[in-house]
């Protein structure tokens, strides 16, 4: 990538679908209406863990505007969903009742309020049995098998070297065990859908979703029919962050089998409550690291055993199990390294898909182990990691080497360098001070999880507007205008006439989910592809205008300019129509793939991410000695994210991530009865941040472009939730002088801390 | 039971039942989807609107209680000439906007801070928007956004 | 079910009498959710937001007289009118979010009784009378009377709270209010507490501490005072941890609590103790 002046890459544009959403025009699920609309509404189990002995649906059924109720029993098709192989979770539990909140039946009727009153009279009989709620239960043999195959989800190992003569040629050596806790999207609008058949025999899925693609082919599946009747329409989604996608699956299907059966539009939208414990959560971890080194600081050797409870369901459980053992080791160049990594079923919500992934609990647990080495060999914990840094051409946790675009050395000395100027606050009767560092990484793309393609659409009009289709969804992080900018980028057409259109699984090829921090980058790149398609017919009709055929043509500020004498210029919509009516295609339909993961599957070596985005944070914090409570005085996050392509967007998706970063590690935690039932299911219990509770993120960009993305871009949308949880966990343990093991670190924890160190 | 007010400057009069929420009145009956339902507890401020010029949750108001009031939803809130109101042009222009959902209530709220106070200290409009929830945005493209509405509101004057 | 406008606080009463299952409502802040939840299900609503008497809000012979309709917001403001004693502004001005405080009102807060209820330890140590009304006449309590447990109080069903009065001895002298939840913005406390300071001639003359969420009711911790009195500061945290009794429950557990309300009690006074003997705004 040559630098050069973009006209809107790079520059701070405006979010191309903020108008509607400013004046609330923007229409999401729960504001579609339809003419003879039903709700829908699910009977959820209270306990944990059983054997179905009954489920009575008589009373139901009578209830005042109730349709139709329906089970596990009525179910067409297979009445299997789940993101992954083995395709473990029902729609409507029929034997078995794996966790509380699960959904055993469900209602439709006049109005939400008359579906909910008429679900609370479905009577459930249920035996049950002793439900399987810790990690240690879970690894017990002589526990019940939640599932036929036991309670291991899956298990997979990363060996690199030898870490038994790694670990004998260290002179230092940390170990540790780190916790993390449940944390829950707390989306502002909780999942829902809308399904409307056509008349035509086919329905269309109206849904709050990540991932259309895999919600049609789940829904097809249930329903019995084929794909091909099936058309799943992205409404405006009010975040998503990973937690939209099971669920969208489950109300999709019923509200598909309940739309299909009564000929009419029936909607699904969540309450709060059934949003928080009938959807996926982020995997609470149990990691054992053992770190050794040299005693200059040369990293030697990491051991770690990963343990996540992904409750109930499979879920994405085998992907974010992979993904926390590709990323445990950090960005740090190690010749040895031996990870094992599990995910095991509980009777619980199940967990899932959340902003980061994996990432955030094994960045947590290594980076408390960097600043514990850096502890015992007396070195500061920048230095340390500096020494260890990844640089260009060298090999990665999994054996994979990047001769371009690992700027980790880069951030570590911007913080190095914001670090100083940062006051020496003293304490004092009435404050604590402390400075955390951490340093992270996170794959770009689907990686070692499957095969990463996107469809996209570009089509130009006769007056030059240009239409975007895409297969990957905007949730808010601004991927629209993302796709917007490189369309007008590489067609020369100002960003107003750029409209970026819903997605719609009609239009263009099977996307696979939005996930992954791969909008920018694998879905850029086929908007970039299919644009330089369209380009290629108005820089071909130019020359023919300008009888110069052949001869290079630039596309820019809505004109199609002679390279050779810049004075001769058409208006690009002249260009637009003489190719419509000269016969050259001015619309492309393309399918972008990413370079396939190439790797060792017993030992995770190999080529796994196209790219990484590598970050570093820092962490002062101030602690008020009487409550506990913490107030971040400063945080920087400074990434390595190839380019910037929206500066605007970018900064939003780095302040954001801090935050849900910041909750997992301080504020948030979602807590079980002992008898396995969630009892915080609502805003007042769940600390979910307020604006009082913002951190003062500054976001300093790194670009060290990547030849896999649209003008070098890698993604930014999860990496900063690693870096900040692990920065303030460092910070809190400076302050406090005891390592903080277990997130969430409260202010609590603090307190009480804090007065046990008083009196001694 | 029959309620009567002023709904973003047309007089509405509509036969309703008494167990109706404010939000629902709004968003079922009279089509104005722009305030949303976020938890229907009064936690989340996704359902704020003005009335009598004050911001209040509307999940957890009976609609009854609009009688004889002055209410504003996000639709209502507009510039000079069908322009966008600089509260709305500066969430634009700041970034402050994400997946949009917190964004009417969150304008509204602000719209009322700013009426009582042009030039709100960072402090007043943590504590003004402290019933509003973002989980996209980290709040510190909002803060920016409403300061700089205060100051085009400013200029405007 | 019904809904009820009456114009006048007599008129509220004798329908509370009349018909059984009736509520009376305000801002509906707390019952709202109970109701649009289907776990209460009155057959008649008796919204009293708009009662005139209810609205009162001025100095009176014997001191502060506060309707129970008026807005927790009103409260929060100390400009609202000129003799607001600090810590129940405070305690106001601590509750939920604007959008809570502009519907929610004191007497809303009062009656709802939680044990965390944030104007409830200021009332406690400004010595506020309660009064209350129904079709058999008028009487007023005293607030340590008034809650006999966590959300129950002796307000029988058909009584209206009418109005909260702050004794005119309570208006001078010093106050301060401290709540700490589990986030910074829109929080259900922890603990609260309040303290009341008189002093006259350098000496303290009155000093009243109470404290909510650390028992079934808020309480005042009578041995915390006297350790003031006495010019103790150093005993007051033991002082205030022999005396209450928190629990632990979703929102803190009882080794917070107890850490916390002592060291923000001894805070508070030390703090209040330096400030000059004043009158308030």
Known sequence: ?760 | MRIRFLCNNEQRDLEIDPSLRAIDLLRDILGLTGTKEGCGKGECGACTILVNGKPVSSCIMLAAKLDGTRVETIEGVKGKDEELHPLQQAFLEEGAVQCGFCTPGMILSSKALLEEKSKPTEEEIQEALSGNFCRCTGYGKILKAVKKAGQLLEEKR | MEYLKPKKIEEAVTFAEKRDRSLYIAGGTDLSILFFDSKIKPEVLIDITDLEELKILEERKEGLYLGAAVLISQLANLKTIKWMPLCLAQGAGAIGSPQIRNLATLGGNICNASPCGDTLAPLVVLDAVFKLRSTQGIREVPVLDFFIGPKRTIRKEKELLEAVIIPKESLNGISGFFKTGKRKGQTISQVNSAVYIKKEGGRVSKIRIAAGSVAPTPIRLKKAEEAVIKGNLEEIESAVLEEIKPISDIRGSEEYRRIVTAKAIKEMVVILLKEDSRNEN
């Open chain 1, 1 to 760: 990538m040559k630098e050069k002046e973009y006209s809107v890459i790079g520059k701070r544009v405006n979010k191309v679908d903020g108008l509607e959403l400013v004046t609330g025009k923007a229409r999401f699920t729960g504001d579609l209406r339809f003419p003879g609309m039903l709700y829908g509404y699910a009977k959820r189990s209270d306990s944990p863990a059983g054997m179905i002995k009954s489920i009575d649906i008589s009373k139901a059924q009578a209830a005042p505007g109730v349709h139709l109720v329906f089970t596990g029993e009525n179910i067409p098709g297979p009445n299997l969903i789940g993101i992954l192989p083995p395709f473990d979770q029902t729609l409507l539990a029929k034997d078995k009742v794996r966790y509380a909140g699960e959904s055993v039946a469900f209602v439709v009727a006049e109005t939400k309020t008359q579906a909910k009153a008429a679900a609370s009279q479905v009577t459930l009989d249920i035996e049950p049995t002793k439900p399987v709620l810790t990690l240690d239960d879970a690894l017990d043999p002589a526990s019940p098998k939640i599932h036929a195959n036991g309670n291991v989800t899956f298990s997979r190992n990363l060996i690199k070297g030898d870490v038994d003569l790694g670990f004998a040629e260290a002179d230092v050596i940390v170990e540790g065990v780190y916790e993390t806790s449940y944390q829950e999207h707390a989306y502002i609008e909780p999942e829902a859908v809308c399904v409307v058949p056509g008349g035509d025999g086919r329905i269309t899925i109206y849904a709050s979703c990540q991932s259309p693609f895999h919600l049609r082919g789940h829904i097809a599946a249930n329903i019995g029919q084929p794909a091909s009747k099936v058309r799943v329409v992205q409404s405006y989604t009010g975040g998503s962050f990973g937690g939209k996608d099971d669920v969208a699956v489950e109300i999709g299907a019923l509200a598909a089998l309940a739309a299909v059966k009564l000929g009419r539009p029936v909607m699904v939208s969540h309450d709060r409550e059934e949003s928080i414990i009938g959807s996926n959560l982020r995997h609470p971890s149990r990691i054992k690291y053992k770190t050794g080194a040299k005693k200059d600081g040369t990293l030697v050797a990491k051991q770690v055993e990963i343990l996540l409870d992904g409750g109930a369901y499979a879920s994405e459980s085998p992907f974010v199990t992979m993904k926390a053992l590709i990323h445990a080791a950090g960005p740090y160049r190690i010749p040895n390294v031996h990870i094992k990594s599990t995910a095991l079923y509980t009777n619980k919500t199940y967990s899932g898909a959340f902003r980061g992934f994996g990432v955030p609990q094994v960045t947590f647990a290594s980076e408390s182990q960097m600043d514990e080495l850096a502890a015992k060999l007396g070195m500061d914990p920048v230095e340390l990691r500096k020494k260890n840094a990844l640089l260009p051409g060298d090999s990665n946790a999994t054996g994979q080497v990047f001769k371009e675009s690992v700027g980790i050395l880069d951030t570590l000395q911007v913080i190095e360098r914001e670090r100083e100027k940062l006051e020496d606050f003293k304490e004092d009767n009435h404050y604590l001070y402390g400075t955390g560092i951490s340093s992270m990484l996170q794959g770009i793309s689907n990686g070692a999880e499957g095969i990463d393609v996107v469809g996209a659409s570009v089509q130009m009009s006769q007056d030059g507007s240009v239409l975007v289709g895409i297969g990957l969804t905007e949730l808010g992080q601004g991927s629209r205008t993302v796709f917007a900018q490189i369309a007008s980028e590489v067609l020369g057409v100002p960003l107003e006439k750029v409209t970026v259109k819903t997605v719609d699984t009609d239009a263009v090829h099977d996307s696979g989910p939005t996930v992954a921090s791969r909008s920018t980058t694998v879905g850029g790149k086929a908007v970039l592809t299919a644009a330089e398609a369209v380009k290629e017919s108005l820089v071909t009709m130019a020359g023919l205008m300008f009888k110069s055929p052949g001869a290079p043509v630039v596309l820019k500020d809505n004109f199609a300019i002679l390279e050779a004498s810049p004075e001769a210029r058409i208006p690009l919509d002249q260009v637009a129509t003489a190719a419509y009516w000269t016969g050259f295609p001015l619309m492309n339909l393309t399918f972008s793939k990413a370079p396939p993961s190439n790797y060792d599957h017993d030992t995770h070596q190999g080529d796994i991410y196209v790219a990484y985005n590598y970050g570093s944070h820092l962490v002062q914090v101030r602690i008020d000695k009487i409550t506990g409570e913490v107030t971040v005085l400063r945080h920087l996050a400074c990434h390595d994210v190839g380019k910037v392509i929206n500066p605007k967007g970018l900064e939003g998706q780095v302040e954001g991530g801090s935050l849900i970063g910041f909750g997992l590690a301080h504020m948030e935690k979602i807590v079980h009865s002992p008898e396995g039932r969630i009892i915080n299911s609502n805003f007042a219990d769940y600390a979910v941040p307020t604006i009082k509770d913002r951190i003062p993120t500054e976001v300093v960009s790194i670009e060290r472009p990547t030849s896999n993305g649209p003008f070098g871009a890698k993604g930014v949308g999860e990496p900063p939730v690693a870096g900040t949880a692990s920065a303030f966990a460092n910070a809190i343990s400076a302050a406090l002088g005891k390592r903080v093991k277990k997130l969430p670190v409260t202010k609590e924890d603090i307190l009480i801390h804090l007065s046990e160190r008083d009196k001694k």
